[in-house]
């Protein structure tokens, strides 16, 4: 079990982004997350009639490691780390180290 996955909301904690908030896109080999509007960088592409492709310049999202990122917590409107609990009824749910809310609906 990940514990940042496809959707969550994640706050940036180095790098150029820094500060920034966005959604997960994609989760990628190599603790790698596609994050949206975070680490863009521009994309020469050439035209390609067959597939109905214009050419030029393209903004797109570029992989951010998972330790540059932390989930968002609602609660206190900041990010925050993430570990793992078992319920009382048996599920395995994530949680927020500092406030002790479950991350998980």
């Known amino acids: 079990m ?5 959707g969550d909301q994640v ?3 180095s790098g150029r982004d820094k500060g ?8 990628l080999p190599h603790d790698r997350l596609l994050v949206e509007n975070v680490n863009m960088v521009k994309r020469h592409t050439r ?10 310049i393209i903004d797109k999202e570029s992989p951010i490691h998972v330790s540059n990122v932390a989930m968002f917590n609602g609660a206190n409107e900041k990010g925050g ?18 406030g002790g809310e479950v991350a998980d609906i």
């Open 11 to 13: 706050v940036v904690r």
């Open 2 to 6: 990940q514990k940042i996955r496809k």
């Open 47 to 56: 035209p390609n009639p067959n597939k109905n492709v214009t050419g030029g």
């Open 20 to 27: 920034k908030r966005g959604t997960v896109l994609r989760v």
């Open 81 to 98: 780390r993430i570990g793992f609990r078992k319920l009382e009824d048996g599920r395995k749910v994530r949680f927020f180290r500092r």
